[in-house]
């Protein structure tokens, strides 16, 4: 035989079953939660396995990569390196070049300065040439002048030479015809010397 429930312990058992209602329902809440976040924990694990996946493809290029820098900066460094040679070689030619760009400048002044001299000398010569070729042809005058007088006196002195020789044969002949009556006027000398001789005797 049952006993009879008080008012109160309805009361209360009725609170317990809406609890327990309540709870129920936030447990069959709970359990559509639970079994969403396990579909989107499987879906993230599977997206986080490729997620994995890519980031170690990526950490394999980025170490790939690495090396490769490191690589290129072995290989830039001694192309740094050749290139600053070539600097340093560039900038030893350019200061060479600037001292003989220098001297080339002295000796452009230097030139300068003497074709300046040589232009007034130049400028001086063309005017005495002027000089000088009425000078030579003063001469050339004067020579004609003397050529001809030269002829003339060679002619001159031709005939005279001509006329000396003429007579010169002449005062020869003359010569000859009185050394030819030398003897015969020296024998009568001296017959008159003798005469004289004995006369005095």
Known sequence: MSEQLTTEQVAQ???WQAQRDALLSELGS????????DKENQEIASSSSDITNRMNETI???????KKENEQKDTLSKEVAKLQI????????????RSEIEGLNEKKSDLIETITVLSDTIGKLEGKADEVSSIVSNIKELEKDVTAKTSDSITMISDLVESVSIKTSEH??????AANGLPKVFVDLQRKSMVRETIKK
């Open 13 to 15: 058992i009725g609170s």
């Open 30 to 37: 709970l359990r559509t939660e639970r079994d969403k976040l």
């Open 60 to 66: 394999g290029r980025l170490d790939e990569l690495m």
């Open 86 to 97: 070539k600097k340093t070689e560039l900038e030893t030619i350019i200061s060479c070049s």
């Open 172 to 177: 020869i002949k003359d010569i000859n015809e």
